[in-house]
């Protein structure tokens, strides 16, 4: 027997070099023994630098036994620990030669190279783009679904394509371009239920690609009827895993194409697996769940009528010591996506956010606010705001959970998807109607969010500048003044209006929505519109951005909301006299408004009405409000408003006879009106 030390290693490294095929062939045999079930055999190979040597016997022509035995060799490597995984994906030549041989003659070469590759590819940081560097492979590989009479091989070719599908869109789209046929025809006939996951993780990777659903959707599966047939038949699979696989595939098509699930046993499927005692298991079944029921407000209302949110709730409180077997990961896991669910549950629903509450989540919730992986601190984020879209529970259960303390130190989390999900919730909890408003405000929440608001992901900076808005809600008196004057000192003029012009539109509608509350009110609204026209440079500058902004919002028929919002700010400052008159000198902003007057859309209509109303209000010492009603007349926007004042839509309709009762006054209503 040879022992794996310094001098044997050096003579198998000769002899892998050997001008005769059958001594490497030996040499890499004995290697591949010594190897196996010892990590410190294998550190010492890859120290003495055995990697490179196999990878070019790999590739080398010669005996097939010496491909094969140095093939299984680097396999034996994959096996190992994430050093030894490493060591052997860095190297670019033993991906490169492993993939060459996916083209041999002879098919054990080819299957000894697809499942080396394969337990290479369990690696996350494997590089997918190294193996798909020749562009032949994935056409291979779907070949190889075809010609191989072993279902063992088929079943490691579908792990490397799950592998390819889950590393970007577009190798997903290929994928599905070239072996969904033959997934799908192995997932109709093979026998075992390995081989069935494997593909079911294909079509699952490919089924979360929008562009790939339609195929799924409309692909056939021989005797066994559509892709989705089979898919439905599989959630009674004998296997939990074939099971749970099916029923993700089927949720991640129903999120694009709308499935029937009258009689569909896709949601019971889904339920009674949350309930297995596999947590792995269960942990993906309620992560389905989550997906399957969040915009859908009948599906929430029938699990409000089960026991589904109690047993969802409790298992919140699955521990280690319930089970030998579960581990910390397991059970992290578990939680997580629980709280994915609940979060999906109680979206729409107030009948559903009060059975969460009821059933003793938010205690688990606060705690999983602190929870040291960030994704869970993500999805317990996600909880809290679905729940904080209840008045009720604004004002009770979340204030009595103490979750706002925890919530908010997430916003300086270390990772960016829980910053967004705790900002996203925060939105709510900085309502007027909300008792945790005062305790942000004390923390320096402005601030925060104003920090925020200048990060690098558009999500983020939406969900900062939509918290900033959400403060001014309904806000009066010297609270609303100072909170306008601390917002615009924390964010200040130039960063407001770089949001005012993000190339996100969702970003610069909520940046102009909350620009609107900053110039809205009753009380104190002219110092606050003063306050802003020393910050930003003058009436002027201001005027300015709003007329430029409607001109593009109408020339490239922008988001209606964005315009929308544009509108309403125009309108809040039209009630100051010096503004008055900067908008009446832009001809420009005034035919746009008019234009306006006639949009296709209500919204605009109603927002621009506004605008004339507080535009030709005559006030008792106001000289030019008579000039400004003429200007308009001029534009045409009497005749608008008579038409107007027929529209069914009431709101339109009572803005229009407010319009004509303005223009009445100053004796240019239209002759043919009538009351």
């Known amino acids: 027997k040879i022992s794996l030390n310094h001098m044997s290693v050096a003579a198998i490294l000769q002899q892998l070099q050997s001008e005769s095929s059958e001594q490497q062939a030996a040499a890499a045999k004995q290697l591949k023994n010594l190897m196996i079930g010892s990590l410190t055999r294998k550190s010492e190979a890859v120290k003495l630098g055995v990697v490179p040597k196999l990878a070019h016997l790999v590739l080398q022509e010669g005996e097939t036994e010496a491909v094969v035995q140095a093939a299984w060799a680097l396999g034996s490597l994959t096996l190992g620990t994430e050093e030894h995984r490493r060591a052997v994906s860095e ?76 590393h970007s869109e577009q190798v997903a789209v290929a994928v599905q371009k070239q072996a969904l046929q033959p997934l799908l025809q192995l997932l109709a006939t093979c026998q075992h239920a390995q081989t069935r996951a494997a593909v079911l993780e294909v079509l699952v990777q490919m089924s979360t690609v929008a562009n790939c659903c339609p195929a799924l959707v409309s692909a056939g599966a021989g005797q066994a009827g559509s892709a989705v047939e089979l898919l439905l038949q599989l959630l009674s699979d004998s296997d939990d895993r074939v099971c749970l696989l099916a029923a993700s595939c089927l949720t991640n098509i129903h999120t694009v194409h709308p499935l029937n699930l009258n009689g569909n046993p896709l949601l019971a499927v889904l339920l009674q697996l949350s309930r297995r005692s596999d947590l792995t298991v269960v942990a993906e079944a309620c992560h389905a769940l989550s997906r399957l029921v969040e915009n859908n407000m009948v599906l929430q209302a029938y699990l409000c009528e089960s026991d589904v949110i109690a047993h969802t709730v409790s298992l919140l409180r699955v521990s280690c010591l319930d089970d030998p077997s579960y581990t910390t990961d397991h059970v992290g896991r578990v939680k997580e996506c629980a709280l994915l669910a609940l979060a999906a549950m109680s979206a729409l629903r107030e009948e559903n956010r009060q059975e969460v509450v009821q059933a003793g989540a938010l205690a688990h919730i606060a705690l999983l606010l602190r929870h040291e992986k960030g994704s869970t601190r993500q999805a317990a984020a996600l909880c809290v705001r679905s729940l904080s879209r ?124 909350l620009l609107r509350n900053l110039v809205y009110g009753n009380e104190n609204v002219q110092s606050n519109i003063e306050y802003l026209l020393l910050q930003c440079g003058g009436a002027r500058v201001l005027v300015a951005l709003l007329s430029e902004k409607i001109q593009c919002a109408l ?91 027929h529209c069914p839509d009431i709101d339109v309709q009572s803005r229009a006879l407010s319009v004509l009762e303005n223009f009445r006054v100053h004796g240019a209503a239209h002759q043919q009106f009538r009351v």
Request: net charge negative; glycine share 2%; proline share 3%.
């Open 390 to 513: 209840s008045v009720k529970h604004l004002r009770t259960a979340l204030v009595d959970s103490k979750v706002a303390e925890p919530l908010f130190d997430l916003l300086s989390d270390g990772e960016q998807r829980v910053q967004v999900a705790a900002t996203a919730a925060m939105c709510n909890l900085v309502l007027e109607f909300s008792p945790i408003k005062k305790s942000v405000m004390e923390w320096d929440g402005i601030a925060r969010f104003s920090a925020l608001s200048k990060s690098e992901n558009s999500q983020l900076r939406l969900n900062a500048v939509w918290a900033l808005k959400n403060t001014l809600f309904d806000l009066t008196g010297n609270d609303a003044r100072q909170t306008k004057e601390s917002i615009l000192d924390s964010l200040s003029w130039a960063h407001l209006q770089a949001l005012l012009n993000d190339k996100d539109c969702e970003v610069q509608e909520q940046a102009f929505a």
């Open 91 to 166: 190297r670019a030549e033993v991906v490169e030669a492993l993939t060459a041989r996916l083209f041999h003659a002879q098919s054990r070469i080819v299957e000894v190279c697809v499942r080396t590759l394969r337990n290479l590819y369990q690696y996350p940081q494997a590089s997918v783009p190294l193996l798909l560097r020749n562009v032949r492979v994935l056409p291979r590989l779907a070949e190889l679904l075809v010609l191989t009479p072993a279902e063992q091989l088929a079943q490691s070719v579908a792990n490397l394509l799950a592998v390819c599908c889950a």
């Open 555 to 645: 020339a490239q028929n922008g988001p209606v909301a964005l315009l929308n919002q544009v509108l309403f700010v125009l309108c809040n400052i039209a009630t100051c006299p010096e503004l008055k008159t900067h908008i009446m000198s832009d001809q420009k902003l005034l035919s746009n408004l008019a234009v306006c007057v006639d949009h296709a859309q209500h919204a605009i209509k109603i927002a621009a009405l506004w605008c004339l109303i507080n535009l030709i209000w005559a006030e008792d010492d106001d000289e030019g409000s008579a000039d400004r009603a003429r200007a308009f007349q001029e534009l045409g926007v009497v005749e608008s408003a008579a038409r107007l004042a």
